[in-house]
């Protein structure tokens, strides 16, 4: 038990992130800070050590655990929630986004993503356009302009967002970008009453891409209206009360229920007609 009780210490004294410098150093630290062209890092044993940024090659961070909860809370229809918790990550890496090893342009992608989820459309897309137009790499600009396509297709501009996605699409490896560009183009293809194309980019999500939970909601909405558009009303309310059951608390559970109210009444309106 002594053992394990100082492992466990020894562990959490542990650096946090560490600074790897050009001249081949390696600083560990518990916490870093930017002090105008300083960068301080701050160890619990040595006290303080400050480098001018010219001398750092990247700073080392590990990636805050906020950055997976936004999607989960999002889905949980938790989205003040989900910004108030990434908010802070977001403003803490701001101060470091020109070294490599910082992890602003993930954070300020979930802030983007849980301001459209509370209808800030052109908050999220602002923020968007910051981190498309300085990604340190192509996938991350992907990332960001899937959310940008997002916000474009809230506001109506189907054009512009299919014209992001099918780029991402062409451009993109990573399973993030790609899932959420298939759900635009899927959504895309929905209001062009191209009902099984909008199903089968829909499906790409589950089959191709099933650690992307959190656009599961909207991909499940998606195949319902397209089932609904085909006349196959028990399949459409498989679809939308599945929804329903397995994302209570989503915005597509909302509107999954007009959805059913379509439905419903589209079969009285065919009987009828009979």
Do not use: H
Request: glycine share 6%; with cysteine; hydrophobic share 50%.
């Amino acid at each position: 038990m002594r053992i394990i009780a100082i492992l466990l210490l020894l562990s959490m004294m542990a650096p946090a992130q560490s600074l790897v410098l050009k001249d081949g150093r390696v600083v560990g630290a518990t916490r870093v800070l930017r002090k105008g062209d300083k960068i301080v890092a701050e160890s619990a044993p040595a006290g303080e050590a400050i480098f001018a940024i010219t001398e750092i090659e990247r700073i080392a961070f590990p990636e805050p655990p906020e950055i997976a909860r936004v999607p989960e809370l999002i889905v949980a229809g938790k989205g003040e929630e989900a910004i108030a918790l990434i908010e802070p990550v977001v403003n803490y890496q701001v101060d470091f986004r020109e070294l490599p090893g910082n992890w602003w342009a993930e954070a300020a992608l979930r802030l983007a993503q849980a301001l459209e989820a509370q209808e800030r459309g052109l908050e999220s897309q602002s923020l968007a356009e910051k981190i498309s137009a300085s990604a340190p790499n192509r996938e991350i600009a992907c990332a960001a302009d899937v959310q940008i396509a997002v916000v474009l297709l809230r506001r109506g501009d189907r054009e512009r967002a299919l014209r992001l996605a099918e780029r991402v699409l062409a451009e993109s490896r990573r399973s993030g970008p790609r899932a959420g560009a298939f759900v635009v183009k899927g959504q895309c293809l929905l209001a062009e009453e191209k009902w099984e194309d909008a199903i089968l980019s829909f499906l790409q999500v589950p089959v191709f891409y099933p650690g992307e939970t959190g656009l599961l909601p909207g991909v499940i909405l998606g195949r319902g209206r397209a089932l609904l558009g085909m006349d196959d009303f028990s399949a459409a309310r498989a679809a939308l009360e599945e929804l329903r059951l397995s994302y209570p608390a989503s915005a597509e559970a909302k509107l999954a229920l007009k959805e059913l109210e379509r439905v419903a009444n589209r079969e009285k309106g065919l009987a009828a007609s009979r």
